[in-house]
Structure formats: C-alpha cells, structure tokens
Nanobody
Framework: QVQLVESGGGLVQAGGSLRLSCAAS????????MGWFRQAPGREREFVAA????????AYADSVKGRFTLSRDNAKNTVYLQMNSLKAEDTAVYYC?????????????????WGQGTQVTVSS
C-alpha cells in the first residue's frame, strides 16, 4: 500500500503562487500515476491534474491549464503542483491521489490511495 502526504497549502492573495508537494511512501510508489483533485465547500471533488509514471506527460483540467504545472521527482517519490496566477475560485482542499494506469477518464472513483488534503485559500 502507498501512503501519500500533501504539504504546501496556505493563504495567498489573488494573482499569487503556491507550490504543493505530495510525498509518497510504501510499496512501489513509482508505479503509480499521480493526480491532484480539489474540493471546495459544498462542491464535489474535481480533477485538477495528473502525470504519467515517467513524469513526461501531464494532463490538466481546463480551469487550471496554463496556470498550474504538475511535475514529479521519482528519486524523491514526490510530485509537485506549481500553482500560479491563483484566483479566488481556486480556493479548496487539495488532495493528492494515485492509480495504477494512465488511460481512461480521471475520475474520483478511479483513484486510490488518497492523501489527507491540504487547504489552499486565495483571497481576492
């Protein structure tokens, strides 16, 4: 089983930047496709970004494309979500998650394990 721990959340003004990290440990974390989801109060958890095992191919939700960058360092078993030009609507709890395959829709139910989440608050 793989354990995931997120860090890097916080409070930032609109237009600012944050970098989230997700550290993986346990059984074979490098064999997982890694993704980020977010959940705002009263809303469903939504896909943000995902990256292949090698880190060479990222995928992004339209709402963050051009502003967020996902990368991974397999030597450190860590993925990074660089978030620039943040908007108030980016405010949410951000969750890191993994799954063992790349193809197919990036749905909430297709991912697991999950981290505990980190809060991102963007003030306008």
């Amino acid at each position: 089983q793989v354990q995931l721990v997120e860090s890097g959340g916080g409070l930032v003004q609109a237009g600012g930047s944050l970098r989230l990290s997700c550290a993986a440990s346990g059984r074979s974390p490098r064999t997982y496709v890694m993704g980020w989801f977010r959940q705002a109060p009263g809303r469903e958890r939504e896909f943000v970004a995902a990256i292949t095992l090698s880190g060479s191919i990222p995928a992004y939700a339209d709402s963050v494309k051009g502003r967020f960058t996902l990368s991974r360092d397999n030597a450190k078993n860590t993925v990074y979500l660089q978030m620039n030009s943040l908007k108030a609507e980016d405010t949410a709890v951000y969750y890191c998650a993994g799954r063992e395959y790349w193809s197919g829709a990036f749905t909430y139910s297709s991912f697991g394990p999950w981290g505990q989440g980190t809060q991102v608050t963007v003030s306008s």
